[in-house]
């Protein structure tokens, strides 16, 4: 198996532009979602295919993908989107599916 | 729309089976384009894959469980479940269910979650 490397924490003030990284060695290969998870909730589906995002999630949140690291960038961060992001990729063999450690996202 | 939605015992003692039931509402597990699978988050830990299956009853599961998992499908209640034998205090966890969305796009694979039950609770314990 392998790993998906991602910071513990980030933080930003309101307004400003956060990004959450993800590494792995895999990931040339391999498309990777990322979910938003709020305290005592289930994760949330908010990127999918490295950019896409699902019907409900607004613009300012998107997804990029540059060799090994995948990235979220949340946009005029607001305070509801305090909350832990998490990493997925999944290898077609078995298929072996892999998380991220996760990021807490903290909103000054 | 799609609901998932677990259930089961939110307490189980250790060296017992954990079992739970994974009901789907608003679409059939059946559609071959989907598969269903089940995902731990101990208390203050990250999420853990366990393994899936897809509506013919292949499974797949991760390498740390695969000696102590059972994934099944019952179509005809439209429900998947997860049986964990020999459960320790690390088995103690919110459980998941989830929908899986998977394919080929310009030859790379993606596979995704994209719809979620609200999580139970289970607690190994004596």
């Known amino acids: 198996s392998y790993e998906l490397t991602q910071p513990p924490s980030v933080s930003v003030s309101p307004g400003q532009t956060a990004r959450i990284t993800c590494i792995g060695d895999?990931?040339?290969?391999?498309?990777a979602s990322w979910y938003q998870q709020k305290p005592g909730q289930a994760p949330v589906l908010v990127i999918y295919?490295?950019?896409e995002r699902p019907s409900g999630i607004p613009e300012r949140i998107s997804g990029s993908s540059s060799g090994t690291t995948v990235t979220l960038t949340i946009s005029g961060v607001q305070a509801e989107d305090e909350a832990d992001y998490y990493c997925?990729?999944?290898?077609?063999?078995?298929?072996?599916?892999?998380f991220g450690g996760g990021t807490k996202l903290t909103v000054l | 729309q799609l609901q998932l939605q677990e259930s089961g015992p939110g307490l189980v003692k250790p060296s017992e089976t954990l079992s739970l039931t994974c009901t789907v509402s608003?679409?059939?597990?059946?559609?071959?384009?989907?598969?269903w699978v089940w995902i731990r988050q101990p208390p203050g830990k990250g999420l853990e894959w366990i393994g899936g299956?897809?509506?013919?009853?292949?499974?797949y599961y991760t390498p740390s469980l695969k000696s102590r998992v059972t994934i099944s499908v019952d179509m005809s209640k439209n429900q998947f479940s997860l049986k964990l034998t020999s459960v320790t205090a690390a088995d103690t966890a919110v459980y998941y269910c989830?929908?899986?969305?998977?394919?080929?796009?310009?030859?790379?694979?993606?596979?995704?979650?994209?719809?979620w039950g609200k999580g139970t609770t289970v607690t190994v314990s004596s």
């Open positions: 989830a929908r899986v969305i998977s394919g080929y796009e310009r030859s790379y694979y993606y596979y995704y979650m994209d719809v």
């Open positions: 608003g679409g059939s597990i059946t559609r071959s384009s989907y598969q």
């Open positions: 299956i897809y509506y013919t009853g292949t499974t």
């Open positions: 895999a990931l040339p290969k391999q498309y």
């Open positions: 295919k490295d950019n």
């Open positions: 997925q990729s999944a290898d077609s063999n078995g298929p072996s599916v892999v």
